[in-house]
């Protein structure tokens, strides 16, 4: 029987870090804000102000063996990075990042397999549609880009959100599922778990509010960089070119709106997860929870809704695991997949 004690590392870790700084970011917005509206009222009424948009900014290049695609997939474009050779291995980012949290990782991956990378529906270069953030939504938009890639079947691993649609993937299409590894964040739905987390951890429930997205656009790299540091345990994981290349993704028009919609929709995702649940996954399931994140109940609350669960803890890491302890996500990744 799963238990997790109110008291462990990980909760006292949310509750202290996170809640602990809600305030100064919400003080941080509403200074923003009255200073938009100084600078509004110190413009002499019908005076012509030049302004020009500036230039969106391109994507990061990813490593030489690899290339930018896109992809119409269940009615809208899916972005992708694509390279090296072998079987697929399908990697899914989460919040605060696009597909370049990979980027560590994937000359080294892609010496064993043909890795995909793409960014989710909400976020970067991918379409930001008004609905479809549920994750078994989401979940089909990475099917049928496999599909359309001509893959039978994948690899998988998800990250933070992208654990959520990684699970939601598996228990919809687990026959063309042969791995499956779920890394640092928990599934809607599966108790005690998920209530514990989902009413201690503030984000939740602020990223879900409508208001959010307007909140946070304008305001990408003050915001991430605000939020970053509540669930990380190293400091400063990211470097420059990580941190913004993340940002840029986020500041990506609709990205902060409908990135905070896969928040939104983790009622729905709580209902359709209780029904994949009554079917346990059968392949091969690898748990990689950082120390002072989720390494204290991952394995525990994956063997909920699998039969099959190896547990890798990434020791000294907060919630960035990939770029907090890179060499020990590498090694646990090489030897669960390239077996």
Known sequence: MLTIPIKTKVFGHLRIALLSRLGPFLLLLLTMSCHNKEKESNTVPGSAVATQAPEPALPVAPPANFKHQTANVNGINIHYVIGGQGDPLVLLHGFGQNWFMWNRLLPELSKHFTVI????????????????????????????????????????????????????????????????????????????????????????????????????????????????????????????????????????????????????EFPQDVKDNHEFMKRKLTMPLLAMGGEYFSAPFLADHSKLVATNVSEVKIMGSGHWIVQEQTAQVQKGLLDFFAK
């Open 117 to 264: 990378a793409p960014d989710l529906r909400g976020m970067g270069e991918s379409d930001k549609p008004a609905g479809g953030y549920d994750k078994k939504t989401m979940a089909v938009d990475i099917h049928e880009l496999i599909k359309k890639l001509g893959y039978p079947n994948i690899n998988l691993v998800g990250h933070d959100i992208g654990l959520m649609v990684a699970y939601a993937y598996a228990a919809q299409f687990g026959t063309e599922v042969k791995k499956l590894a779920l890394l640092d964040a928990l599934i809607p739905g599966v108790e005690p778990v998920w209530k514990q987390v989902s009413t201690t951890v503030w984000h939740f429930g602020f990223f879900a509010r409508p208001v959010a997205g307007a909140m946070a656009a304008g305001h990408e790299r003050e915001f991430l960089t605000d939020f970053w540091p509540q669930v990380g345990h190293v400091k400063d994981p990211f470097t420059k070119e990580e941190s913004d290349e993340f940002i840029r993704a986020f500041a990506v028009k609709g990205s902060t709106t409908a990135s905070f919609h896969w928040f939104g």
